[in-house]
């Protein structure tokens, strides 16, 4: 059982920066995939960002590309979103999941774990 908690949420103004933290508790093994999705009032969870947690390439939604990062740190057991150049089209709950399975996964109902969510609002 994995369980993944996130933090670093809060608000900022456009082209802020913030950075998501996503602390997995439990068996990590190299066949895991984590990601970040988020959801805005209304609309369904989408993908943000994934990450194998072996390592390789990272993947990004086209909405975020060239802005947002993220990156692990395996030795702290930790997932991380860098968000830079804040829009407020971002605001959603930012939510930290896993797969196990290295491949790109977009759909979140192929995803078993699930932290409670971080709140990111950008608003002047």
């Known amino acids: 059982q994995v369980q993944l908690e996130e933090s670093g949420g809060g608000l900022a103004q456009p082209g802020d920066s913030l950075r998501l933290a996503c602390a997995v508790r439990?068996?990590?093994?190299?066949?895991?995939?984590m990601a970040w999705f988020r959801q805005a009032p209304g609309r369904e969870r989408e993908f943000v960002a994934g990450?194998?947690?072996?390592?390789?390439?990272?993947y990004y939604a086209n909405s975020v590309k060239g802005r947002f990062t993220i990156s692990r740190d395996n030795a702290k057991n930790s997932v991380y979103l860098q968000m830079n150049s804040l829009k407020p089209e971002d605001t959603a709950v930012y939510y930290c999941?896993?797969?196990?399975?290295?491949?790109?996964?977009?759909?979140?109902?192929?995803?078993?774990?699930w932290g409670q969510g971080t709140q990111v609002t950008v608003s002047s």
């Open positions: 999941a896993r797969r196990n399975g290295a491949m790109v996964v977009t759909n979140a109902g192929f995803y078993d774990s």
């Open positions: 439990g068996r990590t093994l190299s066949t895991h995939y």
């Open positions: 990450i194998p947690w072996s390592g390789g390439n990272a």
